[in-house]
């Protein structure tokens, strides 16, 4: 599917301090996060945050949160608001296609910027 990637850079002083990672209002399955390139695991349930003890090094770090959306606006439908899963029968009745102006689409990505919290 495709993914949004979001990175921010953070300067640690104590890296054997305990970190967490904060995600805000996000839509999506799942997210990824990254600490210095490296994937540190996965986030998909509340309360949408992130154990980064350990993970962080002395001084700048760049930490990505890529999160991942779904192909329900690939395939529809986008003729009605739906919020459980598509099935066929979603097409059922259809005889015209709408106008894509008309579409009803999902947002995916961060809605607000994730933060690093020293705990």
Known sequence: ?????????????????????????????????????????????QPY????????KEGENIVEVRCIGSLSNLYGPHHRKWKNLLSAGFWNGVKKRPAAKNYILENYGLMEPFSLKML
Not at 49 to 56: C, H, P, R, V
């Open 1 to 45: 599917c495709c993914d949004v990637a979001y990175s921010q850079k953070y300067v640690v002083n104590d890296p054997s301090a305990l970190y967490k990672l904060e995600l805000g209002e996000w839509n999506g399955t799942v997210c990824e996060v990254f600490v210095n390139s490296i994937k540190a695991g996965i986030v998909f349930s």
């Open 49 to 56: 945050t992130f154990d980064l003890t350990g993970l962080l």
